[in-house]
């Protein structure tokens, strides 16, 4: 096996700075691919946690003005991880959310914070560090979509480029006025480089000039090229269908074990099931729920935004009271959203339990101690929190809609596929599918033999990073092949 050099470049990775589920594959696939013979380092931004984590990194260049201040490219490690990091306080040294302010609005530079992160990614790539030439350079998502566009512009011989779509709604905008501070010549701005109805967009840079499109499942490979998933760049997605593929995400089976999960009251597998019952109570008493082994109590764990519709499930709350089950969630975002969960918690004492945050911790409890895991989204590229529900025999909820359709089975699909049954899907995403289905999980749950089928098949699903990663593997070697033709 030839050995790849890959740089990959995102925003965000898991252990070191998370907002979703981009900082999860960020950090897990580079250990997955060290089987699949691929040498991947990841660059991100030097934000106050990286810098405080990455304490001994090396220093590799310096200047004395990079995009309007001194800058530093590191290189260091971290949990297995080989990193580059782009150290530019006056870009990155801010505390909090990676992309927004403390009042919750975009950092205003942002265009020049990720623009600088995508150059850095480019020169990597022409050879600025001697020791790690890539072959490809793996663009994540909008803050790094600029990369394969520095590349392309430059014109000089260069890596294959890969983009990958972890997200189509966030599409890195600015006015086109941006290509003047950046570095990038103006003839960039045309339709077949970043403009983007009349301003500018980093994704959309990223998926006209990368080599190769990914995203993180084959349905949503397939949504984004219509117009409605594609949220205005369905048309771009379609002329470039021949090189775009969906790769599903996996999950760090490490982190994410039963087993040995610290997060947890009392680990558990596949052959001890009942001890899921220890950590039921114990979410209970955590989201002040009745103590209750007989309620289905179902979880939800997620950013509370328009896509995941959980405005759905609040108006499904009726029927949970009614049918007897009790619901904990853990989220955050809209405001609007956290004050109803909120509210209802508070009409619902014993039955309803919400807590408004980002918590790790209590993450795995409701992994551990939930009966059911609902992800109603209305649009889901892959989601992982259902991959994790699997894993520990919560039995996932879902919507019928991208990788939710891809890596849950439902009851009624069985009977038709090679695949034994995980979990329900809905469709289409409405109050009235989800109540209906709600009602089904409900007479399940109650028929021990059904639910204890459920959770064992979902436990047997494999969720792991192992050949999906080999998927990565191949289209890196394959890309490399196709350029040196
Ligand atoms: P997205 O990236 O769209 O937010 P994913 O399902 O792909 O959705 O990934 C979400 C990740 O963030 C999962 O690892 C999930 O456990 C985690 N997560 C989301 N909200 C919270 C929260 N409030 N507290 C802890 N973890 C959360």
Known sequence: MTPVRVLAVA???????????????????????????????????GYPDVMRMLGGAGEIRRWPDYFGGPGRLLAGSHDGLDLFVLDVPHLYARPGNPYVTAEGVDWPDNGLRFAALSRIAADIGHGLVPAFVPDVVHAHDWQAGLAPAYLHYDNRPRPG?????????????????????????????????????????????????????????PTYAQEIQSDEGGMGLGGLLRQRADVLSGILNGIDTDVWNPQTDPHIAYRFGAEDLTFRAANKAVLQQQFNLDSSYEAPLLGVISRLSWQKGLDLLLEAIPTILGDGMQLALLGSGDRDLQDRYQAVARANPGRIGVVIGYDEI???????????????????????????????????????????????????????????????????VTVEALTGTLRKANTAFHNKATWRRLQLSGLATDVSWRNRAGDYAVLYRDLVAARRT
């Not at 086109?176 to 339709?191: A, K, M, R, Y």
């Not at 590229?381 to 025999?393: E, N």
Request: glycine share 12%; with cysteine.
């Open 362 to 428: 209590l993450a795995h409890l409701i992994q551990a101690g939930s009966d059911a895991l609902i992800v109603p989204s209305r649009f889901e590229p892959c989601g992982l929190t259902q991959l994790y529900a699997l894993r520990y025999g919560a039995v996932p909820i879902v919507s019928r809609v991208g990788g939710l359709e891809d890596t849950v089975v439902d009851i009624g699909e069985a009977s038709t596929s090679d695949r034994a049954a995980t979990g329900f899907k809905f469709a289409p």
């Open 11 to 45: 925003s965000e990775v898991y252990p070191i700075v998370k907002t979703g589920g981009l900082a999860d594959v960020a950090g897990a696939l580079p250990l997955a691919l060290k089987a699949h013979g691929v040498e991947m380092r990841t660059l991100m931004p």
């Open 161 to 217: 480029t890969v983009m990958t779509i972890h997200n189509m709604a966030y599409q890195g905008k600015f006015a086109p006025e941006l290509i003047g501070s950046i570095g990038l010549p103006w003839d960039s701005f045309n339709v077949h480089g970043l403009e983007y109805f009349g301003g500018i967009s980093f994704l959309k840079a990223g998926l006209q000039l990368a080599d190769r499109i990914t995203t993180v499942s």
